[in-house]
Structure formats: structure tokens, C-alpha cells
């Protein structure tokens, strides 16, 4: 059970990362930029190809980022504690919100 948790944590947070987040001097911004999101006149993103919406879709990309990590899970159990980190975020993030500044 604790393995789920982390599991859809970790899917959360990595999905979220990589749809909206900037990252450390803006790699994952640019990582957007190469795969194709741009921005319009209102500054807001879409996608000049597939991929790029897929990246713009957090349902859509919450998909793939889970399967990519289940796959790794299931082959590499050791893998778990690679997402440990990103669960431990994702509960920071959600308390934080939850409490407020």
C-alpha cells in the first residue's frame, strides 16, 4: 500500500514538473520549448505538435508519466526509492497549501 502512495505521488509530481514548473535555471521550460509549447499574445501555452499537448494535458501526461514509472517499479523495485524524494514534495506542496502562508 505505502508503495501506491508513493507510486501516485511521485506520478503527480513529476507530471506537475513537467507540465508547469520551470525548474532550476529553466530547464524544464526549455525542455517544453524543444518539444514544441509555445505561448500566444495572452502568454498562454499550446502545442505545435502532438507531443507538446501531450506535455500541456495534465490528465493526458499523468498517464504516461505513471506508466513510465510502474514499468520501472515493477522490472527495478529499488527504483522506489528514486521517487521518494518527489512523494515527500508532493506532501510538502499539498500541506502547504492546505495551511496556507
Known amino acids: 500500500m505505502i508503495e501506491l502512495l508513493v507510486l501516485g505521488l511521485a506520478t503527480w509530481r513529476l507530471t506537475s ?8 535555471y529553466n530547464i524544464l521550460t526549455r ?11 495572452h502568454s498562454e501555452p499550446y502545442g505545435k505538435n502532438q507531443v507538446a499537448e501531450m506535455i500541456l494535458c495534465t490528465w493526458c501526461l499523468s ?29 510538502a506542496i499539498v500541506i502547504e497549501r492546505l495551511v496556507g502562508e
Request: proline content about 4%; hydrophobic content about 55%.
Open 17 to 24: 514538473l513537467l507540465n508547469a514548473e520551470s525548474g532550476p
Open 63 to 91: 498517464v504516461w508519466v505513471g506508466l513510465i514509472l510502474g514499468i520501472t517499479y515493477y522490472f527495478w523495485r529499488d527504483f522506489w526509492w528514486v521517487m521518494v524524494p518527489f512523494s515527500l514534495s508532493a506532501i
Open 31 to 41: 525542455l517544453r520549448y524543444l518539444i514544441g509549447v509555445r505561448y500566444n499574445d
